[in-house]
């Protein structure tokens, strides 16, 4: 399959861009239409597989831990309202990963792939303002998966294999960035592509349709639907202002004065759904992010989409500025948590810790006027203490992360104990760096509790790589080589790359053989098991690859 780079990736395949002009449905169920039957939920899951192999590889996609907490924490409010409602199935839920990731793109842009993925590229992230904007996104496209957009738009291509089909998604996308025409003709070689190139607009009737399901499913999930509205009105004033082609989602995604006026008329009407109706559990949304909190996501997606060095220098120099005296408390924040990181990826580390302290101040409301009131916002408080952590762990000093670090994962009195989530990704994969970097003998209990940590994670989370990445390194301290090569191969299974898994798989075998009376031979099986899995896989995808290409 033709590797793309995912900023090229990222333009155009939103949730219906493979979706033929066809009359909307309300409901679309999953199974016993023309589409389920056409193109299957094990077909669809299959495809998106395949491309995410390809996606996972590409430099652009990044795994923030930080960011990606924060996506999922509006995430899943969304998936357990609309479990709640009746839009996700079981079938659905059981067998897609609905899994968002990040692209690393100045664009304003997400796109939902087959099989339940979804990119989000920071340049979207960074322009909203507001918790409920990136919602009224995430729950949009999700509406898009959960009604099988993608299918109906697949169900007339049996002819073709998934892997011409997965190639043939990436080659219309980059001839799309490019501006078609020679990069076109030189990407899409298939004679199925024109087709499928002509299908990257989207239906009036499912494009209205996601909106009128996506805002109920705002509401029922505790998000204020008139985030969907004032994200419309964002999109449209920056295109206005900027179009020089960075909008690639109103170039999917056309906005219209009536899809506009059809998002206000809902809220005027009351139709977006009442949150009442559904059980308290669902209604988790308005304690999980504060508009602090939000502003260091939009604050920290803006300096990552561009790592330049001149970028960085642009960002960093916010914290020489004195704010305007009508600056609000939000813009100094996210101007000091833009400034801190910055300075931390240029490694200053006088700037950054400058830059950390103030944006802690305004968490915590310290620097308000002193007849002002300003209460702390924990939430915010957890995201630049996350972010001292990262920076500390960056120049090295393991010791001093770690007391940062405790002042997440511990319990304790005062203002800075920030919701405490000991068990989050983020603190987790600090938590482990900081462990192999202080402790070194093979006794360590807290090393131990690391691993031990990690294999639970794993566990419950099988697609992280950099969990199972760090698990290697973890094992490989203890000396526990067929573990560490395990850890090694799933890591790189999950990448995408089955050729360096299945390296690490054999070499685990000849591990255990050369050493057959010391050897863990339950991990000894598993590594047997799972050799066979993924070779049997690679197997398929070579049949597939050189019959059809």
Same mark, same amino acid.
């Given at each position: ?21 066809a ?7 999953s199974?016993?239409d ?7 939920l094990?077909?669809?899951r299959?495809?998106g ?21 924060y996506?999922?924490?509006?995430w ?12 996700l199935?079981?079938?659905?839920s ?10 690393r ?40 998966i ?6 109906r738009?697949f169900?007339n ?18 001839a ?6 020679d ?16 299908q990257?607009n ?16 705002m ?14 009105e ?5 295109s206005?202002?900027n179009d ?22 809902r ?5 977006a759904?009442?949150?009442s109706?559904?059980p308290?559990?669902?209604?988790v ?6 508009p ?7 604050a ?5 989409m561009?790592p ?16 305007? &005296?009508? *600056?609000?408390? /939000?813009?100094?924040? @996210?101007?000091?948590?833009? +400034?801190a990181? $910055?300075?931390? !990826? ?5 700037r950054?810790d400058?830059s950390?302290?103030?944006a802690?101040?305004?968490?915590l ?10 209460p702390?916002?924990?939430r915010a408080?957890?995201a630049?203490l996350?972010l ?20 997440l ?8 104990? &920030?919701? *405490?989530?000991? /068990?989050s990704r983020? @603190?987790?994969?600090?938590? +482990?760096?900081? $462990?192999l970097? !202080?402790n070194t ?6 090393l ?6 990690l294999?639970?994670?794993?566990a419950?989370y099988?697609?992280d790589?950099?969990?199972w ?5 973890v094992?490989?301290?203890f000396?526990w080589?067929?573990?560490?090569l395990r ?7 999950v ?10 798989l ?10 057959q009376?010391?050897?863990?031979f ?8 799972? !050799?066979?899995?993924?070779?049997a896989q690679r197997?398929?995808?070579?049949t ?6």
């Open positions: 399959m033709r590797a793309v780079r995912l900023g090229v990736l990222g333009v155009s395949l939103t949730a219906t861009a493979l979706l033929p002009l009359r909307a449905q309300n409901n679309l169920p199974l016993g023309s589409a389920a039957a056409d193109f299957s094990a077909t669809e299959h495809l597989d395949a491309i995410m192999r390809d996606i996972r590889r590409d430099p652009d996609y990044l795994d923030d831990p930080i960011l990606l907490e996506l999922q924490s509006l899943q409010p969304l998936l357990a309202a609309a479990k709640v409602r009746g839009d199935g079981e079938d659905l059981e067998r897609f990963p609905y899994q968002p990731f990040l692209v793109e100045p664009s304003v842009n997400a796109f939902a792939l087959p099989g339940g993925y979804m990119g989000v590229h920071l340049g979207l992230m960074a322009i909203t303002q507001t918790r409920d904007e990136l919602a009224s996104v995430l729950a949009h496209e999700m509406t898009h959960n009604q099988r957009h993608i299918a738009g169900a291509s049996r002819q073709q294999s998934l892997i011409s089909i997965a190639a043939t998604i990436l080659g219309v996308i980059a799309t960035q490019s501006g078609g025409g990069a076109a003709g030189a990407l899409i070689t298939s004679g199925q592509a024109v087709g499928i190139q002509g990257l989207f239906s009036r009737d499912m494009e209205r349709e996601a909106d009128r399901i996506g805002a109920s499913v509401t029922s999930a505790g998000f204020d639907p008139a985030g969907m509205a004032s994200m419309f964002r999109l449209q004033k920056s206005r202002l020089s082609g960075n909008f690639p989602y109103l170039r999917s995604h056309p906005l219209t004065t009536a899809r506009i006026g059809e998002a206000r008329a809220l005027e009407a009351g139709e759904g009442s949150a109706a559904l308290a559990v669902v209604l949304a308005g304690s999980i992010a504060t602090l909190e939000h502003t260091a996501a939009l920290r997606a803006r300096v990552l561009d330049r060095a001149e970028a960085l220098q642009r960002w960093q120099r916010l914290d020489t500025a004195n704010p305007a &005296a009508e *600056a609000t408390r /939000t813009e100094q924040f @996210a101007d000091a948590y833009s +400034a990181l $910055a300075s931390s !990826l240029l490694r200053d580390w006088s950054a400058a950390i302290k103030k802690l101040d305004l968490a409301g310290a620097a308000a006027p002193a007849d002002v009131a300003m702390p916002d924990r408080v957890r630049v996350l001292a952590t990262e920076s500390q762990l960056q120049r090295g000093d393991a010791p001093r992360a770690q007391a940062t670090l405790a002042r994962t511990k319990p304790a009195a005062g203002p800075l104990v &920030a919701d *405490a989530r000991a /068990t983020p @603190a987790l994969l600090m938590a +482990a760096q900081i $462990a970097a !202080l003998r093979k006794d360590d209990d807290a131990r509790q690391v691993s031990e940590q294999q639970t994670w794993v419950r099988p697609s790589a950099e969990a990445a760090m698990l290697g390194r094992s490989a301290q000396g080589g067929l573990r560490s850890a090694e191969a799933e890591s790189h299974y990448m995408g790359d089955l050729r360096g898994a299945i390296d690490r054999r070499a685990g075998q000849n591990l255990a053989r050369s050493n009376t010391t050897a863990d339950v991990e000894s099986s598993v590594i047997d098991s799972r !050799l066979r899995v993924i070779e197997k398929q995808l070579l597939e690859q050189l019959g059809y290409q």
